[in-house]
Every structure is written in C-alpha cells, then in structure tokens.
C-alpha cells in the first residue's frame, strides 16, 4: 500500500472511534488531538479535457451520494430520507439521460453533454443538512441572483459584497452565535440608520448565511451581504454607510452577549468595477460568490476546505459518514474511521440551523428582485422535486434498486460517458433485473422478458 496522499497541510480532527460507552461520549464531547489526518490535494483540473472534466464530476458526485447515505444513520431530519425510492407507485426508479447543453442541468453539473439521473427517488429538499439537494438548490438560486444582478448593473446599479463576521471562542454554542448574528444583522438592517442608507443611496441587498467549524475558536457563523448602490454614491459615501453597517453589527452582538469584533477582522468590502468587465462576466461571478453560503458546488463540492483549522459542513458530513482512510506505516493496514466528534457537531449543527433561511432579500420597496424579468421564485422543496427530464433508459425494480444503489453513481458515469446502451450492458453485467420503458408504462408488462421491448 502507497503512504498517505501528499497533503495540502494537516489538521487535528479529535480521536476516531466508534465506542458507545460512557468514556468514549466523554471523549466525543472534547477535541481531543490524538489524530492527525492529511488534506489531499487533487491534481489541477485541465477543463479543456472533457473527460478529465466528467471523471472530476462523476467522483464529487459519487462522494456526495455515499455521504448522503450515510447521513441516513446520522440525520435526524427529513435528510433521513433522502435519496430512498417511493417518488412512483411502484417504487420503482427510472434512469434518464438527456443532453445538459445550454440547459439547466448544464449550470447545475457543469456538463456540456450528457446528464444522467434518476426519478422516483425522494429529495429532502435541505440547503443546510443534504451534500446533494445543496447542490441543485445552490444554481438554482445563483440563476436567480445573478439576473437581479445583471438588471441592476444594466440600469446604474453598483454592487458590492461586504462581509460581516463576529468574534467567537470555543465555549460558545452555534445557538448562540447564530441567536447573535440574528440580534447584529438587525441592527444593520432597522431602524432610522437603515432608513438614511436607502435614502443616501441604497437600492437593496440580499444576504447569505455560512457556518463553518473552527478547531481552535469553535463555531464561526458570518453573513455575506450582496448590496447594491446608485452610481451617484461616492466612495467616501460608501465607506461611511459600510463603516455604519459595523458600528451596528458590532452593537447587535455586543447586546446578545458577545464580544465585541474589530474592524480589521469583523468587515470585509469587495467592489466590482462593471467599467472594466462584461455585464455577463460580472453578475455571473458575483452571483457564484454570494451563492457560496448556499452549498453550491464551491463550498459543498468534494475539493472544498475550510481555512486553517476549520471543516466546512461539507467536510462535518464527510468525516461524520464516510469517514477517511488511515494506513499503518509500519505494517501497511489499511482502516477507515468515522469522526465521531464530527457526529456530534453535526446533531448541534442540525438543531441549531433548523428554520433559517440561507437567503434572504431586503424587502418592500427595496426588493431588489421588484421589476426583475424572472419566473416566480420557487421553494427549496420545489427545486428539487423536479425530475430530469430526457430519455428514460431502464426502469429498475425494488428489488433491483437495492443491489444498484450502493453503485448508483458509477451507473450515473457510465451512462453519461458511453450512453444508454453502455448503461444496459453495465445492468446486465451486474445480474439485475431491469425493464425498457414503454410508450404506454414504465412498469413490466405481462409476457416482455427483463430489457426486451414488447
């Protein structure tokens, strides 16, 4: 066996056990730095190799589906259920395949070509708790930011995002800290001082929630807050509206019970200079930037770390689950653990972030999305719901289902890179017995073997 993956850096993770006893919790409720675990690095994606572009995707994909899986055994929530058949009658599931091109499934997947997936399965439709519903929610949304964007920079509209984060130790619950954030950001967004920045110049905003978990200072929840000014606004007039948006945030969290942050740690303003780049260029990434505290790909994808010693929730949900590989230099064994300390963080952080929004928009007449050429905006459920639509490629029968779920993701990869017939083949190698679809039904018809057409 090969050592350990060169690693970007190492990060204590706390012990790794599966013991139930009283002394194993007991050491699940301290960050104990008794392993030390390596970060691998993923060789850097040439995206002009389509098939080096489908290999990175169909392996984030085969993570985030394994990692759903095993939050089955962790979630508490209707994440439980994600992912298991039941969507049809029969409780069967459908393989589908279509072409992504200049699709929606293109800005989900990133695919030019084919797009495979299956209907009949339940989506859970969680933003915060599911590695998968994260991902098609987080392009939905960035779509929708990013035509509000493009129309208020196509009529005069001068977007900035600020950044506005608190100051934490370990000793502080997410509750608390997020009871905070609720306290700080209201303080930014009430009152009269909200009152004087419209009237001085702003148009609006729309705020995204992210939560990362820090080894050294604990939970570390901050707000980015896509704003929107007129042209006219100078930029000492800017700096005084943000300097303001400090001062209160600042005496939000002081009232909640936290400490007070400082300006060099507590406020970050990022401007756009629409001057200097395309109208597309610049909504489409500004739009990925503030959707990246809604689990898009960026943040929930399988390459994505937190800084320093922080994990990401994508990486509680991996360690929680799937777990990392670890190898004995000495005698070549081989073992994979599950981060009980991540389970326990991740129960804290499923209670603590049930019913909040990850995004919310400046309302009334400030609402950034009023005049907006867009479709009606559609719930976090609804998004997920929607099938993929294209060709049905087999129906797969209860029973088959649970022999093919645990490769469900390497079928998915097989029908996206060689085809629907590929796919076949790969059901029947696999020995299971599957159904061609029919115009009139996708359930077998009395006297049609397995994959023939009646």
């Known amino acids: 066996m090969s050592a350990v993956p060169a690693a970007e850096r190492s990060e204590a993770l706390g012990t790794f056990t599966n ?12 960050e104990v730095q008794s392993w030390l675990t390596l970060r691998e690095t993923l ?19 085969a993570e985030r589906w394994a990692i759903r899986k095993g939050l089955r055994q962790v979630a508490q929530g209707r994440t439980a259920s994600c992912g298991l058949p039941g969507g049809r009658p029969d409780g069967s599931v459908v393989l589908r395949v279509t072409d992504a091109t200049g699709t929606a499934a293109q800005a989900t997947t990133g695919a030019t070509g084919r797009v495979a997936g299956f209907s009949g399965l339940w989506s859970c439709g969680s933003v915060w708790m599911c590695p ?11 779509e929708e930011v990013g035509k509000v964007l493009a129309h208020h920079v196509g009529t005069g509209g001068v977007p900035l995002l600020v950044t506005l984060t608190m100051r934490h130790h370990r000793e502080h619950s997410l509750a608390e800290c997020l009871a905070a954030l609720t306290k700080g950001w209201g303080s930014v967004t009430g009152g009269r001082a909200a009152q004087r920045d419209y009237a001085a110049g702003l148009r609006g905003w729309v ?18 807050a896509l704003i929107v000014v007129e ?5 000492d007039a800017v700096d005084a509206m943000t300097g303001s948006w400090f001062a209160r945030w600042s005496a939000g969290l002081v009232r909640a019970g936290m400490p007070a942050p400082t300006l060099e740690h507590g406020l970050d303003v990022q401007r756009v200079d629409v001057g200097s780049a395309g109208l597309s260029e610049t909504s489409g990434a500004w739009a990925r930037y503030v959707c990246k505290g809604l689990a898009s790909e960026a943040v929930m994808g399988s390459t994505k770390a937190a800084r320093g010693t922080s994990r990401s929730i994508y990486e509680l949900m991996r360690d929680a689950t799937v777990g990392r590989r670890f190898e004995n230099p000495d005698t070549g064994q081989v073992v994979q653990l599950a981060d009980m300390q991540a389970r326990a963080l991740l129960a804290e952080y499923e209670t603590a972030i049930r019913g909040r929004k990850q995004l919310t928009w400046s309302l009334g007449s400030h609402d950034l999305r009023t005049g907006v050429d867009m479709e009606p905006e559609q719930t976090d459920e609804d998004i997920v719901a929607e099938d993929l639509e294209g060709e049905p490629v087999a129906v797969i029968p209860p029973h088959s289902w649970k022999i093919v779920e645990p490769r469900a993701a390497e079928l998915l990869h097989i029908t996206e890179r060689d085809g629907a017939d590929a796919a076949r083949v790969w059901l029947d190698d696999l020995g299971v017995e599957w159904w061609l679809p029919t115009g009139l039904t996708d359930t077998r ?4 073997a397995p994959g023939a057409d009646g």
Request: aromatic letters at 2%; glycine letters at 4%; one cysteine or more.
């Open 207 to 224: 705020r995204a929630l992210e939560v990362t978990r820090s080894m050294d200072n604990g939970w570390h929840v901050h707000v980015h």
């Open 19 to 30: 013991n139930s006893s009283a002394a194993g919790q007991d050491v699940v409720r301290r």
């Open 231 to 235: 042209q006219t606004m100078s930029d």
């Open 132 to 142: 998968e519903c994260s991902v098609r929610i987080a392009a939905q949304r960035s």
């Open 445 to 448: 018809r009395p006297g049609v």
């Open 43 to 61: 060789p850097k994606l040439d995206r002009t190799d389509p098939i080096a572009v489908q290999d990175r995707r169909s392996d984030r994909r």
